[in-house]
C-alpha cells in the first residue's frame, strides 16, 4: 500500500518561497497522475495543482504563474515549488492522486505571514 509523507512547509514572509516534496513509500507513483491539494483553516480541502505520469501540468487559477509542480520518478517524489507567496496560501498542503486513491497524509503547513 502506497504511502505518502508531505514535508518542506514553513513559516514565510509574503512575496517568499518554498519548495514542498511528496515522498511515496511502498510502491512506484511514476504510472499515476498526482496533484496537491491544501486545506485553509475553516475551509474544504482544494486542489492546487497535478502532474500526470507524462509530465503535462494543471494548476487553479489562484496558483498558476506562482507554483511548479515536478516529479522525480527516480526518487518516487512529486515537488511543489512556490513563489511569490500570499498570505491566503497559508494552508496544510497535501498529495494525493486526483481520486484520492490513496490514505491522506498529515501534511506539511505552510504558513505566509510578516
Known amino acids: 500500500q502506497v504511502q505518502l509523507v508531505e514535508s518542506g512547509g514553513d513559516l514565510v514572509q509574503p512575496g517568499g518561497s518554498l519548495r514542498l516534496s511528496c515522498a511515496a513509500s511502498g510502491s512506484s507513483v511514476s504510472g499515476k497522475a498526482i496533484a496537491w491539494y491544501r486545506q485553509a483553516p475553516g475551509k474544504q480541502r482544494a486542489f492546487v495543482a497535478i502532474i500526470t505520469s507524462a509530465g503535462g501540468t494543471n494548476y487553479a487559477p489562484s496558483v498558476k504563474g506562482r507554483f511548479t509542480i515536478s516529479r522525480d520518478n527516480a526518487k518516487n517524489t512529486v515537488h511543489l515549488q512556490m513563489n511569490s507567496l500570499k498570505p491566503e496560501d497559508t494552508a496544510v498542503y497535501y498529495c494525493?492522486?486526483?481520486?484520492?486513491?490513496?490514505?491522506w497524509g498529515q501534511g506539511t503547513q505552510v504558513t505566509v505571514s510578516s
Open positions: 494525493n492522486t486526483i481520486s484520492q486513491e490513496y490514505r
